[in-house]
């Protein structure tokens, strides 16, 4: 059987230049699965694997003809086909997806709980991204969290190891930890899991974020102290601090580099949600990449997968119970819809306060 598959494609050097294309996919080979992609989140976090999709090869996972690339995503889709023993046409599966309507993969490594593609593109790439889990078959998620899953989940994770990762450091010893671009999903997550252990730590963590979103930032209770980002040099305490950057804003980070001197221990370098002033970070020495699949690894092989899925998704469970009291679910249905929708992403011009399900 033939079907055509609809996808979203980003030119790799100009993201902000996209194309619907159609493209026909062939049967199953043995060993092969076709995904039908059910929905997906939208988010920052997809213009960030745009910006940095050479350096960590994002643009790997889904190749696409040159100078197209295929943004990966997060969220569930069906087992439309399947010629890998074990793999049954019609369970759910949660993972990583290209902005398409199908997805084929060489399907491996299957067990109860996940199978992944080992298709020979993706034997090099990191296994957190290849792996599929069988949601259908050892999950039933509580009512109303589900289309938050993709939303938060990826998000969190990374929220949640880059607060495990300052507390290993002992916060680089510094009274403040800064996070920048205070109104994204990956921010808020880490404000939140740094809020619920104030007590292990006393440190005063402060949020940037741009005029528009302050009343936003303020309204979610997460941080102790909200600044606007044109407020920064009058506003941010000249105290030993630890600075989270979400937004990849190279001028702001100098900036703050050159006001808090010595006093910046360490610059933990996450998102590039504001992407057209990246990588001014050579001039700042304490300046380091943040990259979650390296320290996730690390975490799960301490806690064992059991005991670490159990830690992760109770954190996640709580960031979602208080985090759906202030984003509201908005779904899109057509690619054209996508397409403006993560256009005005890479532009900065969403508003914090919505979660983007794409639905096909």
Not at 272 to 278: F, K
Request: glycine share 6%; hydrophobic share 40%; net charge negative.
């Amino acid at each position: 059987m033939q079907m055509i598959n609809k996808s979203l494609y980003t030119e790799k050097k100009a993201i902000l230049n996209t194309s619907i294309k159609e493209e026909e996919m062939t049967s199953t080979a043995d060993g092969e699965v076709i995904l039908k992609i059910d929905k997906y989140a939208l988010t920052s976090n997809n213009v960030t694997y745009a910006v940095i999709g050479y350096q960590v090869k994002y643009w790997d996972f889904f190749p696409a003809p040159e100078p197209w690339g295929k943004v990966p995503v997060w969220g569930f889709a069906t087992v439309e086909e399947s010629k890998c023993e074990g793999v049954e046409v019609g369970e759910k599966v949660y993972g990583y997806f290209p902005m398409s309507q199908y997805l084929k993969i060489k399907a491996g490594k299957v067990n109860q709980f996940s199978f992944m593609d080992i298709s020979e593109h993706r034997q090099a790439l990191a296994p957190i991204y290849n792996t599929y889990s069988r949601e259908g078959k050892i999950l039933n998620f509580p009512e109303g969290v589900e289309d938050f899953i993709p939303i938060t989940k990826p998000l969190f994770m990374t929220s949640f190891l880059i607060c495990e990762f300052l507390h290993l450091e002992d916060f680089f010893t510094s009274e403040n930890v800064i996070i920048t671009s205070a109104s994204s999903k990956t921010s808020l997550g880490l404000a939140y899991t740094l809020k619920n252990i104030q007590k292990d730590h006393n440190k005063n963590v402060i949020g940037l974020t741009s005029t528009r979103n302050v009343e936003f930032v303020k309204e979610t209770g997460l941080y102790n102290q909200v600044i606007d980002y044109k407020d920064v040099a009058a506003e941010v305490p000249s105290k030993d601090s630890v600075m989270v950057d979400m937004a990849g804003n190279g001028k702001l980070n100098l900036a703050l580099y050159e006001q808090l001197g010595e006093r910046l221990k360490h610059l933990c370098k996450v998102g590039l949600t504001d992407w057209s002033s990246a990588n001014m970070e050579s001039k700042i020495p304490v300046a380091r990449f943040f990259f979650a699949p390296t320290y996730a690894q690390g975490f799960f092989k301490k806690h064992g997968p059991a005991k670490g899925n159990e830690i992760t998704t109770k954190a996640l469970y709580s960031f979602i119970e208080t985090a759906s009291k202030w984003i509201d679910l908005e779904y899109l249905s057509t690619f054209e819809d996508l397409q403006s929708t993560f256009t005005a992403m890479i532009s900065g011009k969403v508003d914090p306060s919505k979660g983007y399900i794409v639905k096909s």
